[in-house]
């Protein structure tokens, strides 16, 4: 069964595990690389523990068991509270196609909503069809926005959104 948690100092070295691994798996998925984060001490990774407090910005973990199986967080946009963006999706590959990146996204948007959030936005890239289709099943959709992705100039990011609440 999978239950969700969020990242705290008590669990952030589950998370620490967690996201390396997705910076392997995925490595075109995120903003940075595994190689920049296994460098990271285990203080900075602290330090990414605090910004995750529910406040401002989350971030939650899927557990099978005892084993994290999957992530998704968000932060609170600092220049407008109605908006707020889904950061750090992956799911393991032994648990896609099962529900966890569904249950994971459904439980950040009901954050975002009870702190006052109205539109969730998304950076996907262009090499990622699968997250496209995955975020278009969710009922996000591009809103026209793209930017260079920061670790390759030759691939897009796109931004998608959604309304919740």
């Not at 407090?53 to 199986?69: E, F, K, R, S």
Request: aromatic residues 8%; hydrophobic residues 45%.
């Amino acid at each position: 069964m999978i239950t969700l948690e969020r990242v705290t100092p008590q669990n952030i070295l589950v998370y620490r595990d967690v996201r390396l691994r997705a910076l392997q798996d995925t490595p075109w998925a995120f903003g940075s690389t595994h190689a920049r984060e296994s460098q990271l001490t285990d203080a900075a990774w602290m330090e990414r523990a605090k910004r995750w407090d529910g406040v401002t910005g989350i971030l939650y973990l899927a557990m099978d068991l005892d084993v994290a199986c999957a992530m998704a967080g968000s932060f609170i946009d600092p220049e407008d509270a109605t908006r707020a963006q889904l950061i750090s999706m992956w799911t393991a590959p032994t648990h896609r196609q099962k529900g966890v990146g569904r249950m994971l996204v459904e439980q950040v948007m009901e954050w975002a909503k009870s702190r006052g959030v109205t539109v969730l936005t998304l950076m996907v890239t262009s090499v990622n069809p699968t997250a496209m289709k995955f975020y278009k099943q969710l009922g996000f959709t591009r809103t026209g926005r793209t930017e260079p992705y920061p670790n390759d100039a030759a691939v897009i990011e796109y931004e998608m959104a959604r309304a919740i609440g």
